[in-house]
T-cell receptor, first 116, second 113 residues
């Protein structure tokens, strides 16, 4: 079965520092991968997605992620973090099997704190 | 603007009462989903529906019920059988295609007193 692991529950970085959030997935075929962001008390917003092609994908708010099949990873990066990036980040993998087509499996999330 | 509307945003209920959370979308999406979110546990799937008049149990369906009589609407009822209903509930929709990209509502926070 598909699964997603986000090893870091909580990360703290200083404003202006670089950021990398880790995501590992378990899936037999070529995965559909997503990163979502959630501000407190809000729904989730899509940051970026990988379906196929170029393994480095660009998203909104200056985020990017790199798909590495050999490592089963889809890590999220940002060169310089802003205080407004403080939020919870979720990695997810899609399911292309017939009965559960389109279902996403989510990691437990990484809470990002940004120090001024 | 197209989107997903959840209501109410905050809801309080007494133990033993059923409560229904509303979810409406105007994105013309075929698939709709209900997730439950608890601190440190990520999102857990309660129910999902890929077409009108059909729905499937997710990972934590016990104590919940849904209906899908219209494409636009997917209400969730939290019944008195749900042992620990206090949580943040998120509704989402998608085209129901291979990619699975989800669009989320802003959530409903249910507190049982």
């Amino acid at each position: 079965a598909q699964s997603v692991t986000q090893p870091d529950i909580h990360i703290t970085v200083s404003e202006g520092a670089s950021l990398e959030l880790r995501c590992n997935y378990s899936y037999g075929a070529t995965p559909y991968l997503f990163w979502y962001v959630q501000s407190p008390g809000q729904g989730l917003q899509l940051l970026l997605k990988y379906f196929s092609g170029d393994t480095l994908v660009q998203g909104i708010k200056g985020f990017e992620a790199e798909f590495k099949r050999s490592q089963s990873s889809f890590n999220l990066r940002k060169p310089s973090v802003h205080w407004s990036d403080a939020a919870e980040y979720f990695c997810a993998v899609g399911d292309d099997r017939g009965s559960t087509l389109g279902r996403l499996y989510f990691g437990r999330g990484t809470q990002l704190t940004v120090w001024p | 603007d197209g989107g997903i509307t959840q209501s109410p945003k905050y809801l309080f209920r007494k133990e033993g009462q059923n409560v229904t959370l509303s979810c409406e979308q105007n994105l013309n999406h075929d698939a709709m989903y209900w997730y439950r979110q608890d601190p440190g546990q990520g999102l857990r799937l309660i129910y999902y529906s890929q077409i009108v008049n059909d729905f499937q149990k997710g990972d934590i369906a016990e104590g919940y019920s849904v209906s899908r009589e219209k494409k636009e609407s997917f209400p969730l009822t939290v019944t008195s059988a749900q042992k620990n209903p206090t949580a943040f509930y998120l509704c989402a929709s998608s085209k129901g295609d291979l990619t699975g990209e989800l669009f989320f509502g802003e959530g409903s926070r249910l507190t049982v007193l």
